[in-house]
């Protein structure tokens, strides 16, 4: 239950940070938004997940749990290339829509050539992964996935220079910044969509305590990540309302604008909220053993 709770918190203020965003380049309408907000969401969706395929997948240690690791991991590919095929044309889509009015809000040249180049090759090494040959071995396709997560992430770098060159003269600073906010969310939004949508239900199709343990390593493998990618998320959002509205409580409720970043602010603290309480409910998920890895391991010996 929680974690469908953080999912849905983060896709709400996701849309609202995209809100505000679109608002400084004075596009803040809803149908401007909503396709902004869609590829991000897509970006967001890849690129978690092909954070989970490529790091937070691995091998039994143990020789007599390998063929139930094999099954589990094949089945979760199987989930997320069938993700992939859908998720794929729509940032696709998008990223060319973006392309195009951007181009034409002034955004330079260069970036949007890189933007190009950058969405030729994430179509080809994710297509290739989501359409392509598999081997029985499914963690030989890691490496693949790695690359096609480190794309991503150089395109999250792309798609912060659209929106600081439009509203803050393409500056370092808030670059760097910018970046960091976008690939944090992806990063957070793409694993909690893998969780939820691909290892609770593959782990279900496939009942046993070397499943499950598998489905719990990397779960805590995500959420060690989330200890990094939540504050980097959280400290970046503050830095870029604090350019907007400072530290003036007065210039928060005196307009649409700051009451969306009081919006965004309370629902990122429900998220702190849902993320130290989950471990402490065992309500990772709703898969019985997942948050006790330790009984797991007990079983097993």
Not at 97 to 103: H, V
Not at 125 to 144: C, M, T
């Amino acid at each position: 239950m929680l974690p469908k709770v953080a999912l849905t918190v983060i896709t709400i203020a996701s849309f609202i940070g995209i809100w505000l965003t679109m608002s400084t380049h004075g596009a803040g309408t809803w149908s401007q938004v909503a396709t902004r907000w869609l590829h991000l969401v897509s970006f967001a969706t890849l690129a978690g997940g092909f954070m989970w395929k490529g790091l937070f997948t691995r091998p039994a240690q143990k020789q007599a749990q390998q063929p139930y690791f094999i099954q589990f991991t094949s089945a979760s590919f199987a989930r997320f290339r069938r993700l992939t095929q859908i998720i794929l044309p729509i940032f696709a889509l998008t990223a060319v829509y973006d392309l195009i009015r951007f181009a034409r809000w002034g955004v330079d040249g260069w970036i949007v050539e890189a933007e190009i180049y950058l969405l030729a090759m994430i179509m080809l090494a994710a297509g290739v992964d989501a359409y392509g040959r598999h081997q029985k071995n499914p963690f030989a396709e890691r490496n693949l996935a790695r690359f096609v997560l480190l794309l991503l992430l150089l395109d999250a770098l792309v798609l912060a220079g659209f929106d600081v060159t439009l509203a803050q003269g393409g500056q370092a600073w808030p670059l760097l910044v910018r970046w960091l906010h976008l690939a944090a969310f992806g990063l957070w939004f793409g694993g909690a969509v893998w969780n939820i949508f691909i290892t609770v239900p593959a782990a279900r199709d496939i009942v046993s305590v070397p499943v499950v343990v598998a489905a719990s390593q990397q779960l805590e493998r995500f959420r060690i990540a989330v200890r990094l990618i939540l504050p980097t998320l959280i400290v970046s959002g503050f830095i870029q309302a604090y350019r907007y509205v400072g530290f003036n409580l007065n210039a928060l409720i005196a307009s649409t604008f700051g009451w969306l970043i009081l919006a965004k602010l309370l629902l990122i603290g429900v998220l702190i909220v849902v993320f130290l309480t989950c471990p402490m409910w065992r309500a990772c998920s709703p898969i019985s053993g997942m948050c006790k890895l330790d009984d797991l391991y007990a079983k097993e010996h």
